[in-house]
């Protein structure tokens, strides 16, 4: 049998180093991306269940690789992470997301995702001013989307930081809810202003009695919360209309919209003319 092992072990070897080089490669070249602003933001609309009305934009993040082409946020947010980088990237997409939505007519919200690493290794409410600030957001206009990685670490220090976030006018959103952790006590130790139900759940929810009672549950509690509920990943009507039964409050999907350019979506739901 160890022998056996070895055998493997030799066997996967190449690979293992070469995805490793792959991996130094592209952390290489996205350093170089942020200083040299190649970076670019996607917007999906977030849109009011009730008026079908689109009431902000999420920003997400993606990056135009000169030899790899187009990159996903899957593909290089890790690495990023691991790496420290996302410091950066996250300040980043902060701040280009709020020069971008300060010049929104009508002033939509913007949504921005974090990432736990964001917490741990910086001071991340003197960035968030500082975005602000700068763009002239206003900040009632910016929600964070976080996920429950800010608890795992130090829980106590994960709310401490969101609650003075809070303080500053900003939205916070538990995003991805139903994967991870999950633990209902965060909802009490912490006042969320959002709950989104993680897409897993809305893909099953019409053909699984399970993810659709997991939907329910999460539309109660949010509601009983007094929290804004929002469905990600809707692709079909017949979501959609379930969706609204249930009680939940806005959807983000692609039965609305792809994420996109924000030039794009000119005309249709901003009227600004620069656009
Ligand atoms: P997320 O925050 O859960 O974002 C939703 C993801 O679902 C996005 O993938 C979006 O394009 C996709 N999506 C939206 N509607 C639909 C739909 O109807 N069907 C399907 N199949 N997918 C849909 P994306 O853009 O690839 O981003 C993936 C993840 O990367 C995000 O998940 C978020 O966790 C992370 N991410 C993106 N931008 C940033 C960023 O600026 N900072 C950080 N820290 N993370 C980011
Ligand atoms: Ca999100
Ligand atoms: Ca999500
Ligand atoms: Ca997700």
Redesign the pocket.
């Known amino acids: 049998a160890k022998a056996d092992g070895r055998g493997i072990f030799r066997f996967f070897e190449p690979a293992m180093d070469a995805m490793a080089r792959d991996r130094a490669a592209l952390e290489a070249d996205l350093r170089r991306a942020i200083a040299e602003d190649s970076l670019h933001i996607d917007y999906?609309p977030l849109v009011g269940i009730e008026a079908g009305r689109v009431e902000g934009f999420?920003?997400?993040?993606r990056w135009n690789h000169p030899e790899r082409g187009l990159m996903?946020?899957?593909d290089f947010?890790p690495i990023a992470e691991d790496s420290g980088l996302?410091i950066e990237l996250?300040e980043w997409?902060l701040r280009k997301a709020c020069t971008d939505a300060a010049r929104w007519d009508p002033p939509l919200k913007l949504s921005?995702?974090?990432?736990p690493a964001q917490f741990a290794y910086a001071d991340i409410c003197e960035t968030v001013a500082r975005a602000l600030a700068d763009a002239g957001l206003p900040p009632k206009r910016l929600e964070l989307?976080i996920t429950e990685g800010v608890f795992v670490q130090d829980a106590e220090r994960g709310i401490a930081i969101l609650s003075r976030l809070r303080e500053t006018g900003v939205q916070i959103a538990m995003?991805?809810f139903g994967t991870g952790y999950s633990s209902l006590s965060y909802f009490r130790q912490f006042p969320f202003d959002k709950v989104k139900i993680d897409?897993s759940f809305i893909a099953d929810m019409l053909h699984n009695g399970q993810a659709r009672s997991i939907v329910e549950a999460i539309i109660s509690l949010g509601r009983g919360l007094n929290l804004e509920v929002v469905a990600?990943?809707?692709?079909t009507e017949e979501q959609l209309d379930q969706l609204r039964q249930q009680g939940c409050t806005q959807v983000?999907?692609?039965?609305i919209s792809?994420?996109r350019p924000i030039g794009q979506f000119a005309g249709s739901v901003l009227s600004d003319p620069a656009w």
């Open positions: 999906q999420e920003a997400l993040v996903m946020p899957d947010i996302i996250g997409v921005v995702n974090l990432s989307e995003d991805d897409r990600e990943g809707v692709e983000q999907g692609y039965l792809e994420p």
